[in-house]
C-alpha cells in the first residue's frame, strides 16, 4: 500500500519545481453501454515557494481531478450526477521549524485524498456536492518524498522527530458542499460576482462564506471545483472563449473541528481562518491556457505569529 500511495507521490506536491500538467487528449472516451463522455481536466499547484517563498504550514499541494458529463459538455449538470468529478489530491503540512516541531508549532502531515464530486444547477444556483477518503502518516510516503526533494535540491532536510512524531496512519471519510449564484455586475463589462457558502465535514469540520469575483470572459460556461487549502476555483477543462480573466474573491470560516490538531501535540487550533485569492487566467489558443494566483491564508493554530502566502499555478495545453 505504502509503494503504490509513494507512486502517486511522484506527481504530486514538489516543493521546489512547477508541474507542468500536459493535457494529450481530452476526446471522448463513452462506450455505447457508458453515456458518460471524459470532458476536462482540472489542475492546479500551489505552493509557498511561488508566494511568501518560506517552507512551512500549508507547504505544497498539488490537485489533479477528471472530468464525465452525461450531457456532453464540461458545464454545471442538469441533475444530480449529470457531471461526476473524480478528484485525486496531495498535499504537505510542516512545521515552521523542519529540524524540530516544538510544542508551541504545528505538526507534520502528509496527506493523499481520493474522491468523487458532482456538480449542478438548481434554479440557477450551482450546487457542488462530494466525498474524499483521506489519508494521512507514513503511509503516504510524502514525508518520504518531501525529504528525497529537499536532498535532490540541496534544501534543509527534515528532522527525525519531525518525520517519527507525523500525524500517523489515518483514513478519514471527508464530505464536502458548496453552493453559490453567479450575478453580472455591469450591462457592458463581463464582470461576475459569485457568493458561495461551503460546510466539511471529517478530517476537518468547518462551515464558511465567501465571495469570488471575475472580470473577463475566459472560462466562462464551465463548472469548477474549488482546492481545499487555496479556495483557488479549478476550471474542470477549457471554456470557448479566448483572453484574460482576472479573478478575486475572500472567505471566512469557522473550523469546528480539525484532525491536524491532535490533542497530544499540544498545538490548539484557531477557530477562526480567513483568506485572500487573486489570479489572472490566459486562455491564448486552442486548448492552451495558463494561470497563475496567490493567496494569503491567516493563523491556523494558537502561536502562529503570522499568515502565510501561496502561489498557485497552471499550464494546460493539447498537441
Known sequence: MRGIFAVT???????????????????????????????GIGRIFSNDKFGDNDDRWRTGSYNLSFAFSNEGDNDYGSDPLDLVEFRFRSEIIAPRNLKRAGSDDRIYVGQLSFGAHTHYEVERYEVSLGADMIFTGPQTGMS??????????????LGDSV??????????????????????????????????AEAIVGVESLARVGVD????????????SRDSATGQRIPLGYGDNLGLTWNAGFDYANVIDSAYFPSYFDSEMENDRFRARAGVNWHFGDRMAVYYGVTYLSEEYVGQEEGQVLGSFRLNFTY
Open 213 to 224: 469575483f471575475n472580470y473577463g470572459v475566459a472560462g466562462r460556461d464551465i463548472a469548477y
Open 163 to 196: 518525520i517519527d512524531n507525523q500525524l500517523g496512519d489515518h483514513i478519514f471519510p471527508t464530505i464536502t458542499a458548496e453552493i453559490g449564484k453567479e450575478y453580472q455586475l455591469s450591462r457592458t463589462a463581463p464582470v461576475t460576482m459569485r457568493p458561495f
Open 9 to 39: 507521490a511522484c506527481v504530486a506536491s514538489l516543493n521546489f519545481a512547477p508541474v507542468l500538467a500536459l493535457d494529450y487528449d481530452t476526446g471522448a472516451v463513452a462506450q455505447s453501454s457508458n453515456p458518460y463522455e471524459f470532458v
Open 144 to 157: 518520504d518524498f518531501h525529504q528525497k526533494t529537499h536532498e535532490a535540491f540541496s534544501a534543509p532536510s
